[in-house]
């Protein structure tokens, strides 16, 4: 069940990220999921490195769809240098 819950919740926040950031993401919708749970995992580590989640919280909506943002524009950045 966790890992359904990952991907659907992962869905969403990738969804929302790609809504929000600014140009045009082609992705599929499998590349949106894994964005969204990576974006949760960018947003749980900053999140507990700056001490606002204690050890074993994760990340809330927001916070995950603004690390999946991150992780968009770092992508954009490394692909625009090569």
């Known amino acids: 069940m966790g890992l359904i819950f990952a991907a659907v919740f992962g869905l969403i926040v990738g969804a929302l990220a790609r809504m929000f950031y600014p140009g045009r993401q082609d992705m599929s919708i499998l590349k949106t999921m894994l964005l969204g749970i990576g974006g949760g995992f960018v947003a749980g580590l900053i999140g507990?490195?700056?001490?606002?989640?204690?050890?074993?919280?994760?990340a809330g909506l927001i916070a995950s769809a603004l690390g999946a943002m991150l992780l968009i524009w770092a992508v954009g950045k490394m692909q625009s240098n090569a």
């Open 48 to 58: 507990r490195m700056v001490g606002w989640y204690p050890a074993g919280q994760g």
